[in-house]
């Protein structure tokens, strides 16, 4: 199931001085495997100083473009990111995974009035939802809200301008910095009085269809409670994580016994015991099964699974629905197995 194809940088593009655009070529036989939704990732693998590094990152071309770019921002101690802002040139190769995620636009003939909160990083996915939103319909609305220090470290701020001139009459972008005081642009974080600053006074007659939040989990936390208490239902509130949770995990019960396990991936079934103080995923990848996996840290959806027999309980789960999970979907890399037994099913998602 973990799929990875080698797929080779045709451009590397300095968006900022702290991050990069890594574009792919992708060949005509992987064109179909590669196809993707507005707003889906991409696990991109590499050896880095002799250690396996993987990381999910976001897609942000359109899937109308014929790209598949992706925006990497260095982080403080990030291996990966840090390599691709520093050693990444056009011409190399990486391993790639086909493209995943939940957090989508797909464009249909109905007219669609969108809103997007992004902080920093978070505006990779929304660029990509932007776009599409813009060209399905030529009556779409799209207001993006994008916070960052200083305009300098705003990824993808020219294409937004680019955008913004293009669809003047229906692109509307409210930048707001935390660092700088620039003309026409809020000072600040985005908050609360951020929210009901583009909901109830400069596009209260918008009635908008969905809000797509991304970033910071704190950000995405405010955001969402403002809109909630504006009246908004939930289900018009998507949220795409690129942290953690700071929040302590929940805490399992009792782990103190040996669980039989299965494991059906790719059409293949293994068997061993696990120690139910593990996590699932952690306990597969010992076993060297090829298990679908990128973050680790229950913020990307690439290891979900289905329970099939037994039980599994999450420490964290800020992905899966309550319907899913009352499913049997899991986290790979967040559940402990609770009985005797438990039979996970990675294909069946």
């Not at 890399?333 to 294909?347: F, G, I, M």
């Amino acid at each position: 199931m973990s799929d990875f194809h080698s797929l080779t940088v045709s451009s590397v593009e300095r968006l900022t001085p702290s991050s990069v655009a890594l574009s792919f070529n992708i060949t005509e036989d992987l064109k179909d495997t590669f196809s993707f939704s507005a707003g889906q990732y991409i696990t991109l693998k590499q050896t880095i100083n002799g250690e396996e590094i993987r990381r999910a990152y976001s897609i942000s071309s359109a899937p109308s473009s014929g790209k598949l770019t992706v925006g990497i921002k260095k982080v403080p101690n990030g291996i990966f990111s840090t390599y691709a802002n520093e050693s990444i040139t056009s011409g190399d190769t990486i391993e790639v995974m086909p493209p995943d995620g939940r957090f989508i636009f797909e464009g249909n003939q109905q007219e669609k009035t969108i809103a997007a909160f992004a902080a920093g990083s978070g505006i990779t996915p929304i660029m990509s939802i932007a776009e599409t939103v813009l060209k399905s319909n030529e009556n779409n609305r799209f207001v993006l809200v994008l916070g960052n220090q200083t305009p300098e470290e705003a990824m993808y701020r020219d294409a937004i301008l680019q955008l913004q001139k293009h669809y003047f009459n229906r692109f509307y972008v409210q930048f707001i910095y935390s660092r700088s005081t620039e003309e026409n642009c809020l000072f600040g974080r985005i908050e609360t009085s951020t929210v009901n600053l583009i909901t109830k006074n400069k596009f209260k007659d918008f009635d908008f269809d969905a809000f797509y939040l991304c970033g910071p989990e704190e950000m995405i936390t405010t955001v969402s409670e403002s809109l909630t208490k504006n009246g908004v239902a939930e289900s018009k509130i998507l949220f795409e994580l690129f942290t953690s949770s700071s929040s302590e995990d929940t805490i399992v019960e009792n782990l103190d016994g040996k669980t039989k396990i299965q494991v059906v991936v790719d059409d293949e079934e293994f068997s061993f015991t696990m120690d139910q103080k593990e996590f699932v995923l952690d306990a597969v990848l010992k076993e060297d099964i090829d298990a679908p996996y990128s973050c680790q840290g229950g913020v990307c959806s690439s290891c979900i699974a289905r329970v099939t027999e037994g039980k599994a309980e999450m420490v964290k789960n800020q992905i899966l629905t309550e319907s899913e999970v009352a499913e049997g979907l899991i986290l790979t890399c967040q559940a402990h197995a609770t009985t005797p037994n438990l039979k996970v099913d990675y294909d069946d998602v």
